[in-house]
Each structure stands twice: as C-alpha cells, then as structure tokens.
C-alpha cells in the first residue's frame, strides 16, 4: 500500500491498491515445518497439548478469517485483480483524473492531476479547491458537483485566472465529471480536468477573421446577395441594405423577397434558370431595383447560380454593382447605359433579337414571361430556345425571320397564337439588325400579348350580334303579338257561341292552341331580347325550388336523380317567380336530354360574399353579395366550341323537331334582365354545371316575402259583366273590333279610336271623363305615353290600362316618374281583358 508521504510530487495516488507479500506466505510455512519437526523430540505427553494447543490457534485463525472476509476486511486476490495496462493509461494520461468517493475522499489521482493540483499538507487538493475566483468559475464548479451529488454527468468550460501553474495571465479548462459505481455498491464521481487554453485561442483567432470577412463584405463597395430557389433572400450586405434604404438589424436574414426588390418580370426571368447536373451558370442583367421608399436604384447584376447533382437550382451568389450617377465610367456612356436598360426590361412589349436559325439570342424580361422562354442564352444564341417553338404555326414566323435575314423591311405584323394547352394571341414585329447586330444576330422581334383584347374583342362581337338579334326579335314579337291577339280573340267569340258538342268547337280549340303556343314561342324572343315584363317579387329560393321538385321529378323520369341541397340561411333575392321556375326547368330538361342513359341532376343553393364573387372572376360581375343556384349534371358535357355558342337563339344540338334552340337564350334573357349573371363550366364527358348569380335583396320592413302573400286568400271574381264608359285606343283594327265587341258583350259602353290623336278629340268632344282608357302603347302619329300626357292635363285622376307587345319597361322611362298605371301584354284572352277591366274600374 502507498500513502501520500512516501510519494514524491508528480506520482499517481491510488488508495484502492490491496497488495499481499511472498515472504508473509512463506514465513508462515517455515514456522509450521518447523513446528512439526519439534514434535519428534517431544515425549507424548508434552506433544499432546501442544498438538492441542496449535489447532486450537488453526480454528481461531479460521474462525476470524472467515469473519474477516464475511464483513470484507479480507478479499480473495481473484476478486480484486487490476488491469495494469488500463491503469498505467490513467496514470499517464494527459488529461488530470481524480476519483472522489460520496464522502469525499480522494481514492485516486493521476500524474497529470497532481500537476494541476500538487499536494497541500501531505493531501491532495480537491477540484473545488482549484477552481476559485470569479463568481462565474464558482457557478461551473456548483452545477458539476450538483451533477455528482445526482450521479449524473457534466461538461463546464472554465476561465481562470491566472492559470493552475500560475505561469500564464489566464487558462481554459475543460472540466468533467461523471459517475463511476464501486464494486462495494457505492458511487464515486470521475472528475477529468483538460487545460483548452490554446484551442480557444484558435477558435478565437478563426471567429475574429470570419468577423473581418464579414466586415468587408458588408462594407465592400458592391452589393452582395444570396437568393433560395423559392426567391427569399437568405442574405444581404449592409452596402447594398444602405443602397435600397433598408435597416440591416431589423430586416436580418430572411426577412425580404425578391419580389420585394427586383420586378415582377424579372423575377420570373431569374426563377427560370435551368442548367445541367453540377454545373455553375452566372448570369448578367442591368435593370432597376426598388428601394423602400418606392423609387428606383439602376443596377447591374451578376447571378450566379449553382446547379446541384439532382438538377435542382441551389441559393445564388448575386453580385450587385451600382449604376447610378457618380460612378467611375464615363459619365455620357452610363447613362445611356442605365437608360437603355430601364427602357429594355421595364417596357410592356417583348423584345427580343434572334440569329439567322431562329434561337434567341438577347431577351428582355417580358419576353420570358410571355413566352416562358429563357432570355439569356449561351454565347452566340448557338444554345439558346428556338423562338420557332413558341408558335403553334411556324410557317408566318420562318417566313419573317427569313425577310429580316435578307435585310427586308416593312414587313407586316403577324397575329399569332403561342404554343402550348393555354396559348394566348400575340401580335408580332419583325425587323432586321442591319450592320449593327452582334453575336450573329439577324433579326430583332417586337411582340405584344392580345389574348385580353381578343377576349374582350370577341365579347364586344358577340354582345352586338345579340343585340342585335334581340332588337329583331323585339320588333318581330311585337308586330307578332298583334297578329296573335286578334286570332286569339276571335277565337275566344267563336267559342262563346258554339257549344262543346258542336263540331267546329274542336276546330276552334285548335285555333287557339296554336295561337297559344306562338305567343309562348313570342315571350321566349321577349325574355331573350330582355323585353318581357316581369313581376318581380321578395322569394326565398330554397321555398320555390321546393314548391317545384315535384314537378322537376315528372320531368325528368325515372333514371335521372334529383338532388337539392339547400343552403343555410338563404338570403332573399327580388325576381319574378314565374320566370325564375322556367330558368329552373328548362335547365333541368336539357340535362335531362343530356342524360339519355340516366344520371344525377343536382340543384343547390348558397350565399356568395362580395370577397367570394370578386375570386369567382365571373365575366362581367361586380363584387356583390348574391344568392347562387346551381344547375348540376353528370351528362355527356359540352366542347369549348359548343359553349361558345349555347346562349345564341336557335341554336340547338338536339334533333330536328326536338328543340327550338331558344331555351338557352331564354334563360339567358331572363337572368339579365333580373340583374343576374350565368356562368357555364362544362367538358366533355364530365358533365355540366350552369352557375346563376342573383343580387342579394334586403327587404324593406313593409315588404314581405312572396310566400307569405301566398297564404292570404284571393277571392276569385265570378261576375264578369259590368258598367261603364272605356276609352279603347288601338291602331290595329282587328284587335281593337274583338276586343270593342267583348267588353260590350259585357255592359259596357265602349268607344273606339284608332289614333292618340283621334281618342284626344273624342275626349274633348264628350266634355267628360270616361271610366276607363285602355290603349296601346306603340301607335303612329302619338303613342301611348304622350296621350297619357294630354289626358292628365285635362283630368289628372283618369283611369289607365297600357296593352302591349313590348315590355312594361320598355315604356316606362318615358313617362313621369311616379305615373301611376295598368299593364297587361299582349297577347291576353278575352277573358283576361274583361278581368283586369272590372278590377281597375272598380279600385
């Protein structure tokens, strides 16, 4: 065993060291041989006690050495063999080691220990004892011993000063510990001092040239950005922070975009790159960056990308010089520099020039977001896209380049439309370089995007040509429904006389019939011309397409699906329920037709926000609240050139004699003149969806509902005969004879005028009001409105009925605002005349 005062300074001390001796063994031997021998020169009885006396030593020998070993003070040599190579490797270690049990006792300190710690008193001083000064070194000692204490391990990194062998003004050492479990059970703590002095040191040393690397890039005179391939910039210099006005400390890394910098065309230039597996592409731009406050910094840029071995674009190295005045170039060349680079990259048309085999050469950034082409090619255009690809038709294009080759001019512009699903119209120039192309470029083009002005061209055509049509059919309607209403009324008196037996009451029916379904034929030109007088009222549209699923179910059978799915909350709209239940039905036929082999019609309702409708991007729809109705089928779909042409009047897919072509524009006609839009969206074999918008109506608080009106009672008017003078104007004088000889068929004393002038000398010859005037609104000489007019002058509260062919509307802005009056449109029965006659009169 070794104690502390027979090693000299710089020895290991290892207490746990329990090492047994030859000679004690050997000793032992001898003395028991000898005794032995001494017995043969003894007589009997001497040998007897002492033979007695030596086992009883043996037996108390072995009594305490199994005592000894039971309570541990004697170990087997076996059970405490040491590893002599493991502890010559702690006791040389360079790192000090010191084992300290729980009750603080030192049982094994290292060479390299007693170096950092010496002996004090003949002991060794613990890590505690080593380790004071600042409260900082006093806190790292705490947290490790707190470790110990928990048996768990730690790891401080210590200044001191001065240094353990005070030869230094300060030291770095690593200090750890951790728990090492002792064959008795108990814990002692491995504690491991490192001197790290010169290690930090060179950490030190590389930290402050990174701070001076980034010092001067932060202070060159360029700027110098990073870009991620989702264009954030990952970072900026303070030199070009300073040039766009930005605070480096609150802008940090991350905190900008590109967008927020460089313009939008250009952006989507630099995000196009594209390059082989592992190769670098650097390229130049001169444009305008945006400083914060919205003004412009002309720049040059050098991008340098790297490409990764999968292809993928990495962050770029961008390189940032400024254009702007003061610069050390000539002052005349920068500028004109600076100004043709403003001028190539902001302008609105695509520029770009192009070698004799058609690839680009130069581009502006325009360009490449028209066409989605990259503008910068490889030396010469020998790399770059060809511009023959971006058309779908090449023959106009080689035709041109091939002029500008040959140093042509005046070569006509082309219209013609990019490749691709989604092309668009483009309007192109062509013109040649001349002497002044460089990198072989022979051609210069000009292009311009038309697809919104084709669009809303197309859409001007279009709107003339149904204006058109409508005013035709207005006008034919009109004249129509003069026809129809004396062919209606006379039928009407025929049927009066004759009898249901009679065998030409059959034959009349059929008069009338026909009459009926030319007028109905008449209020589709009306609804489509947007002529047709509506009544609107307050509806809930989830009331009224319930009210009319039953007859939707008979009309489209038995293998077509119905479904509605109503939506919550359903604000009101304003429209004539008549008609809103003819949109419904002549959509659910036409998907019926649709649906030849069966299928599933749905119909749902919702409500649509002003910020909903301004993302549906309707054509033509305001951002409003509206109430939406959806027409739904999974039928055989339309193509794009069928839906171009699905609203037209008489225009038709279905077979001759199964359809007229007008449901569609009649439809149409109606939801504009409710103020609503209609939106279509259809493919083929995907089956159809018609969209309709209604504004949303805020009823006033004397409004109500037209389900509610619903419920009051109307007492139907059973006496059709009354009494009374009526002034009956018309021009058309079948219609005025049938329509004189029914009111006084039914007591009334009518008088007849062909003319507003001829019913105004009747009234001033009479001297008195009449009754009642019923007229017509369309007549030569002076129309409905302008003898309304004349008669207020003469009795300001006569009585008033307007028959037409045309709409309320139509008329209605003609006369003085609040004028009070009755419609009805032609054509009507008899039997509706006599009806609304009696009603007025008798108000």
Known sequence: MAYEGDTPKGSAIDRSDRHGHIGWVLLLAGVLVGATLSLRFLGMEQTQPLILGLLAFFAMAGVFFLFAMAIGVVQFSGQTARNDITKLMADTSGDGLVVIEDDGRITYANESY???????GGEVRPVERLFMGAPEVSEAIYRLAQATREHRTGSEEIRLSPSLNGAQEFGWYRVRVRPVPRPNGRQAALWTICEVTHERERQENVFQELQHAIDYLDHAPAGFLSVDPEGSIIYLNATLASWLDYDLAQVGSGGLSLTDIVPRDVVSLMASFSGEPGSVRTEMFDL???RRNGQFLPVRLYHRIAFGQDGRMGASRTLVLNRSAGGEVDEGQRAAEVRFARFFNNTPIAIATVNQAGRIVHANAPFSKLFGTLARTGEGGANGASI???????GPIEAALKAAAENKGDIPPLELQTAGENGGSVRVWVTPVGDTGAEGETAILYALDTTDFRKVEEQLAQSQKMNAVGQLAGGVAHDFNNVLQAIIGYSDLLLANHRPTDPSFQDIMQIKQNANRAASLVRQLLAFSRRQTLRPEVLNLNDRLYDLSMLLKRLLGERVELDLSHGRDLWFVKADVNQFEQVVVNLAVNARDAMPNGGKLAIRTANVSATEA??????????????????????????????????EPFFTTKEVGKGTGLG????FGIVKQSGGYIDVNSKPGEGTTFSIYLPRHIPDVQEVPEETKADVPKKPAADMTGQGTILLVEDEDPVRAVNARALSARGYTVLEAESGIAALEIIQQRGAPVDLVVSDVVMPEMDGPTLLGELRKLYPDLKVIFVSG?????????????????????PFSLRQLVETVKQVIGQ
Request: aromatic residues 10%; proline residues 5%.
């Open 806 to 826: 045309y709409a309320e509307e139509a008329f209605r802005k003609n006369l003085p605002e609040g004028e009070d009056f009755n419609f009805l449109p032609k």
């Open 388 to 394: 023959l690809d971006t058309f779908r038709e090449r």
């Open 288 to 290: 305008d960056l945006r």
């Open 614 to 647: 301004a993302r549906l991007n309707v054509s033509a729809m305001p951002p409003a609240d509206y109430v939406v109705v959806e027409v739904s089928d999974t039928g055989s779909g339309m193509t794009a050139e069928v839906l171009e042409k699905i609203f």
């Open 114 to 120: 007693l170096s950092f710690a010496g002996l004090q």
């Open 664 to 667: 569609l524009s009649t439809v």
